[in-house]
């Protein structure tokens, strides 16, 4: 079924981005049409490897949007409901669009929603290569299309940032192409940015850099164009301020939204001069930002100084700047620069950030590290551990070197005097010592030098973790089977029982003896009807605990289902862990009376208000326990 949902989705996408390249390329002869059908022949590929990764499973954040569609789709609001959307609007109407493409099966067939999504965000990546073909060529272009780190994001992750990319690099096309932008061309180029920004952010600082670069002919222009972008990105969240959860939700959640990642380069960098606890200390008079997002703030600005390096690329230095100085880094964040990167693709710095991030997004448990075909990288990782930082190390390194060559080239270059005769601006000495410290080839020698001497260093010590590699590698797997029990349990809270089997089966081929696995094998054949199997794992889970939380869970379950020689069991052996617990007393009492066993059942809730007074279940078990049946009380019957 999945394969067919992907030929669909597949022929479906080709079908749009023939348009798209038709509008975009602009063939005006037979080689142009030729040179539309090898680009199109040539992105099957790309396109494929992302509807396919859509495939192999889902992430938090497909969840995410599966559940901000059904809550549409049902008219609620999801600012007020839920936590798990951080962004604009616009994303999640997109998403219902998608939902309603897919058949509205939402949580209950995430196959055909993940590969709905991965389909429209393989046309935006379609778009954006046929711009770097038109502007850059074809290099460019088919690096964007395969770079592992677009076709991951894309395909298997369902994040959307290349969509407020794109938004944004047409709005700076018009701005670029048309400096003396008439008024109906202006507010387009705002209306674009404004509603990138309404998608997702990334470009909140992009205005004043316009500014700052003096890309206007006229200020009045800066202003109207900063002015329509802030105002369409605060105006959509409009519909959502006159409800109190909603508007509560939308400052908490976007406004005020922290990340779980805090990989930051740049904390990292000046936690080396300041603490960590001062830096956020000293942003305390701030209503919305934290520290680390002022910091951001003011980085960003700082970074304008030398936006003279890159006028005639300041969209591309934005890309990479916004993530040299982001306040938190994840994994999906690695496409924002990916841009940049493929237009100076003849940097090597650049090409060792594009190799990094793709390793790294491989070995992520947030993505494809998370399943078992992939615990070899996560064993690696483990070994030698990588984070977000040591990619984006290397946009800091390319923006420093970019800076030096210019400042070389500004320092060394000659000035024509009053008889035309050319005069070094600057002593000869000095001079030298400029060429020497500021030269291409030395800096990037001695980058490339240290780089070399650190591979060898670890090729030198690997010998040392040789003998933990296999433990290592088994503790990867466990945590694995891990993750996969805990997605297990999450789709069957979803109602998703065949995603849930297809996950603990996983799961149970990598580690059969997890308790956590096997607590959720059970609940999971016990809620669709296959008791046997699921007593069985019940047993073996209880066989394998470590502590009292998988039988108290387990003991829960049984008891739901009317298990209560199996619930009992589970009580008991949590008791063993905390003898005096109230409520494994009263929960195990619980079952000897719906099994008959008054007596034991009656000692059992006393015990349990002995520790716990004020217990109000033990109460209630006890006089309903002690209540006679007859006539008047229906329910002991």
């Given at each position: 079924m999945s394969l067919w949902i992907v030929a669909g989705a597949l022929i479906a996408t080709v079908g749009c981005a023939w348009a798209v390249a038709a509008l975009v390329l602009k063939p005006r002869e037979a080689a142009g049409r030729r040179r539309k059908l090898m680009f199109l022949a040539l992105m099957l590929p790309a396109i494929g490897l992302r509807l396919y990764t859509a495939t192999l499973g889902n992430n938090y954040d497909m969840i995410s949007w599966a559940i901000v569609s059904?809550?549409?789709?049902?008219?609620?609001?999801?600012?007020?409901?839920?936590?798990?959307?951080n962004y604009g609007p616009v994303w999640a109407y997109i998403l219902r669009g998608l939902d309603f493409?897919?058949?509205?099966?939402?949580?209950?067939?995430?196959?055909?929603?993940?590969?709905?999504?991965?389909?429209?965000?393989?046309?935006?990546?379609?778009?954006?290569?046929?711009?770097?073909?038109?502007s850059h060529g074809p290099v460019p272009a088919l690096i964007y299309m395969f770079c592992p780190v677009s076709v991951l994001i894309s395909g298997y992750h369902g994040q959307f940032e290349n969509f407020a990319v794109l938004l944004a690099l047409l709005s700076w096309r018009l701005v670029q192409q048309r400096k003396d932008l008439?008024?109906?061309?202006?507010?387009?180029?705002?209306?674009?940015?404004?509603?990138?920004?309404?998608?997702?952010?990334?470009?909140?600082?992009?205005?004043?850099?316009?500014?700052?670069?003096?890309?206007?002919?006229?200020?009045?222009?800066?202003?109207?164009?900063?002015?329509?972008?802030?105002?369409?990105?605060?105006?959509?969240?409009?519909?959502?301020?006159?409800?109190?959860?909603?508007r509560a939700g939308v400052l908490a959640h976007v406004f005020g939204y922290g990340s779980a990642e805090q990989d930051s380069l740049l904390r990292s960098l000046v936690s080396l001069v300041v603490p960590p606890t001062a830096i956020d200390a000293s942003f305390w008079w701030s209503p919305i930002f934290s520290g680390s997002q002022s910091w951001f703030v003011l980085a960003m600005l700082g970074m304008m100084v030398p936006v003279t390096v890159f006028r005639k690329s300041l969209f591309h230095y934005y890309l990479l700047?916004?993530?040299?100085?982001?306040?938190?880094?994840?994994?999906?964040?690695?496409?924002?620069?990916?841009?940049?990167?493929?237009?100076?693709?003849?940097?090597?710095?650049?090409?060792?950030?594009?190799?990094?991030?793709?390793?790294?997004?491989?070995?992520?448990?947030?993505?494809?590290?998370?399943l078992p075909a992939f615990a070899g990288i996560r064993t690696f990782t483990a070994i030698y551990p990588l984070d977000c930082r040591h990619a984006v190390f290397w946009l800091l390194v390319f923006i420093g070197t970019r800076c030096a060559v210019w400042l070389r080239r500004a320092i060394l270059s000659p000035t024509r005097g009053k008889e035309g005769a050319e005069s070094a601006c600057i002593d000869s000495r000095v001079r030298r010592v400029a060429?020497?410290?500021?030269?291409?080839?030395?800096?990037?020698?001695?980058?490339?030098?240290?780089?070399?001497?650190?591979l060898v260093?670890?090729?030198?010590?690997?010998?040392?973790?040789?003998?933990?590699?296999?433990?290592?590698?088994?503790?990867?797997l466990r945590q694995i089977a891990e993750e996969q029990g805990a997605a297990a349990m999450e789709y069957l809270r979803m109602g998703d029982n065949k995603a849930a089997m297809n996950s603990v089966g996983q799961a149970l081929s990598i580690n059969a003896r997890s308790p956590t696995v096997l607590a959720a094998a059970a609940g999971i054949h016990l809620s669709v009807g296959e008791v046997d199997k699921g007593l069985v794992f019940v047993k073996e889970a209880l066989s394998y605990a470590?502590?009292?939380?998988?039988?108290?869970?387990?003991?829960?379950?049984?008891?739901?289902?009317?298990?209560?020689?199996?619930?009992?069991?589970c009580f008991e052996q949590a008791l063993r862990w905390a003898p005096a617990d109230a409520n494994s007393l009263n929960n195990l009492g619980a079952c000897y009376m719906a099994l008959g066993l008054t007596q034991e059942a009656e000692a059992l809730f006393q015990k349990a208000l002995a520790v716990d007074p004020s217990l109000p279940g033990a109460r209630r078990n006890l006089d309903l326990l002690r209540t006679p049946v007859n006539e008047s009380n229906p329910a002991r019957k």
């Open positions: 059904d809550l549409l789709r049902h008219g609620q609001s999801f600012y007020a409901i839920t936590h798990r959307y493409l897919s058949g509205e099966k939402g949580i209950s067939d995430m196959v055909a929603f993940h590969v709905c999504v991965s389909a429209f965000l393989s046309l935006v990546d379609m778009v954006i290569a046929s711009f770097l073909l038109r008439s008024t109906p061309w202006l507010l387009a180029a705002a209306g674009l940015m404004g509603l990138s920004l309404a998608v997702k952010h990334v470009f909140f600082l992009f205005p004043v850099w316009l500014a700052f670069a003096g890309q206007w002919r006229r200020k009045t222009d800066a202003l109207v164009f900063a002015g329509i972008s802030y105002a369409i990105f605060c105006f959509s969240f409009l519909p959502w301020m006159f409800d109190r959860a909603s700047a916004v993530l040299v100085c982001s306040p938190a880094l994840a994994e999906h964040y690695f496409v924002i620069p990916l841009i940049a990167c493929c237009v100076f693709y003849r940097s090597v710095w650049l090409w060792i950030y594009m190799a990094l991030a793709s390793f790294i997004i491989l070995s992520s448990r947030f993505e494809l590290g998370s060429n020497l410290c500021l030269a291409r080839t030395w800096f990037s020698t001695g980058i490339l030098l240290a780089t070399i001497i650190l260093a670890h090729a030198l010590t690997y010998p040392l973790y040789r003998s933990d590699r296999i433990k290592t590698r088994e503790a990867v470590t502590d009292r939380q998988i039988p108290l869970d387990l003991g829960a379950l049984c008891y739901r289902r009317g298990n209560y020689r199996e619930a009992a069991q």
